[in-house]
C-alpha cells in the first residue's frame, strides 16, 4: 500500500528492515542503547561492532536515549547510512503514557531525519514485540503521528516506509493507514 502525502510518498510493505535500501531505518531500542533481541539484534548483527560503539559513546556522553526520543549513529555494513535508535514504550496496560510515548518515538524519529536532511527512511512496528504494545493499537498511532507529521512538513522527505515482518502486522497497519485517510484523505 502507498499514499501521497504532502509530498512525501508514504509505503507501507511486509519485510525485513536491515535489508531496506533507504537512507536511514529506524530501530526498537532500549533506553541504555546496549542492543538486544527483534529489531535491535537484527541491526547490530547486520550492521557490525561500529554502530554499537557509537552507541557506547552516545551512552557515555547523555547516558544514553529516554523513551520517546531518538538518537542517530551510522548504519556500519548496512544498506542504509544512518541508524536513528528510538525507544517506544513497555506496555503497562495503557494508563501510563503508553500511547503518548510511542507517538513521541515516532514524530523525535521524523523530526531528527529531517534535521539531518535525510531523504527516505523505514521504520519498524516500535514496541510491538519484547514490549508488547498490542498492535492495533500501536498501529493506528504510528499512522495518526507520521500522517500529522507529513502534514505539517509538506516535501519533507522523499519516501517513508513501514516495513512489517508478518502479513498480521502488515494488515493492521493497513487498516490504521485506512482510518487515518479516512478522517482525513491525503492530498
Ligand atoms: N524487520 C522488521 N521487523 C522486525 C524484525 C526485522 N528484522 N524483527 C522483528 N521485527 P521488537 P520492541 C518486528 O521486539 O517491542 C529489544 O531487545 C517484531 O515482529 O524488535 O520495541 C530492544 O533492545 C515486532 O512487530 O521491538 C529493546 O529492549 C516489531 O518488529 C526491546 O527489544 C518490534 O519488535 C524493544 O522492543
Redesign the pocket.
Known amino acids: 500500500m502507498e499514499v501521497n502525502i504532502a509530498g512525501t510518498l508514504l509505503k507501507l510493505l511486509q519485510?525485513?528492515?536491515?535489508e531496506q535500501d533507504v537512507e536511514a531505518i529506524v530501530n526498537?531500542?532500549?533506553t541504555g542503547l546496549?542492543?538486544?533481541?527483534?529489531?535491535?539484534?537484527?541491526i547490530h548483527s547486520a550492521g557490525g561492532p561500529a554502530i554499537a560503539a557509537e552507541c557506547r559513546r552516545i551512552r557515555e556522553e547523555q547516558g544514553g536515549c529516554p523513551v520517546g526520543r531518538a538518537v542517530i549513529t551510522s548504519g556500519g555494513f548496512l544498506k542504509a547510512r544512518y541508524v536513528i535508535h528510538t525507544v517506544?514504550p513497555i506496555w503497562h496496560g495503557g494508563r501510563q503514557g503508553e500511547d503518548e510515548l510511542l507517538a513521541s518515538a515516532y514524530r523525535s524519529s521524523l523530526q531528527l531525519a529531517k534535521d539531518r536532511g535525510i531523504k527516505s527512511l523505514a521504520f519498524?512496528?516500535?514496541?510491538?514485540?519484547?514490549?508488547?504494545?498490542p498492535?492495533e493499537r500501536a498501529a493506528g498511532i504510528a499512522m495518526a503521528t507520521t500522517k500529522d507529521f507529513l502534514a505539517a512538513h509538506p516535501a519533507a522527505f522523499k519516501e517513508v516506509r513501514f516495513?512489517?515482518?508478518?502479513p498480521a502486522?502488515l494488515a493492521a497497519f493497513e487498516q490504521a493507514l485506512g482510518k487515518v485517510l479516512e478522517s482525513a484523505p491525503a492530498s
Do not use: E, K
Open positions: 519485510g525485513n528492515i536491515v526498537a531500542a532500549n546496549w542492543g538486544g533481541s527483534g529489531v535491535d539484534g537484527a517506544g519498524p512496528s516500535i514496541s510491538t514485540g519484547a514490549y508488547r504494545f498492535v516495513v512489517l515482518f508478518t502486522v
